[in-house]
């Protein structure tokens, strides 16, 4: 509680909500994100063997959804402290779906698309044909987004 203390008087400089202001500047630093990825995939040589740039790009646009989603998930689904502490190791299992994916048999590797942070390594893991490459995009880009519309507009509502 006394480290607690030294963030109050920050917070209440913020306009509106607490983390009203990380939350205006979340979308500007995803944009900036999604606009060096593919620069950075091809300076760190960063591609997986047999996935191409586009797959390999879209999967990690996808990934980088997960971190507004877990930002703005905690901050409305805790009302203090000790929710927040719980609400953040419950989403901790969002972060789980690459090793399910490597520990299940490949025909149930859609299933694990209930978690919005799996659509990444579905493209990466389970997606062998263009086909499902095509469905697995449109589908993970609109739960994410769906997700992230509806979780933002709830924080600004």
Request: net charge positive; aromatic share 8%; with cysteine.
């Amino acid at each position: 509680d006394e480290k607690d203390a030294d963030v109050l008087p920050f917070l209440r400089t913020l306009p509106g909500r607490p983390g009203w202001f990380i939350l205006r500047r979340a979308g500007i630093l995803l944009a900036l994100y999604l606009i060096a990825l593919p620069g950075i995939v091809f300076a760190g040589n960063l591609l997986h063997p047999g996935i191409g740039v586009t797959r390999f790009v879209i999967s990690l646009a996808l990934d980088a959804a997960g971190i507004p989603l877990m930002f703005l998930g905690v901050g409305l689904l805790a009302a203090n402290k000790v929710q927040g502490l719980a609400t953040a190791k419950l989403m901790n299992m969002c972060s789980l779906p690459p090793l399910i994916l490597i520990a299940i048999p490949e025909r149930f590797a859609w299933t694990v698309g209930i978690f919005p942070t799996a659509w990444g390594s579905i493209l990466r893991l389970a997606a062998p044909n263009p086909l499902q490459l095509m469905i697995a995009t449109v589908v993970g880009g609109l739960y994410c987004g769906s997700l992230l519309l509806f979780l933002y507009r709830r924080a600004t509502s």
